[in-house]
């Protein structure tokens, strides 16, 4: 893990971040001995955030194969 100095972590400030995000944590130290973690914020994504399926199947299609598997689950037959 990569120690820094205020005074260093100041004035080289972007490789600092940059180290910061390739590592994961890089700590700041004070000259009374304080320390403290400089770590890289990660954004936040919904669990419902998928990538699109890119397939060739017309939009008829795709309800009538939704329609059949949702008469296997409930326990009727569609009749078409």
């Known amino acids: 893990m ?3 100095t205020y005074s ?3 004035q080289k400030l972007a490789g600092v971040l940059d180290t910061a995000e390739a590592t994961g944590k890089v700590l700041i130290r004070r000259k009374d ?3 403290f ?3 890289p914020e990660h954004e936040q994504k919904s669990p419902l955030d998928v990538p699109a399926v ?4 017309s939009t008829r299609e795709l309800i009538s194969l939704v329609r059949k598997e949702r008469g296997k689950t409930r326990g009727w ?3 078409g």
């Open 2 to 4: 990569n120690v820094y």
């Open 8 to 10: 260093e972590a100041r």
């Open 33 to 35: 001995g304080s320390t």
């Open 37 to 39: 973690a400089l770590t």
């Open 54 to 57: 890119k397939v060739d199947i």
């Open 77 to 79: 037959k569609r009749r």
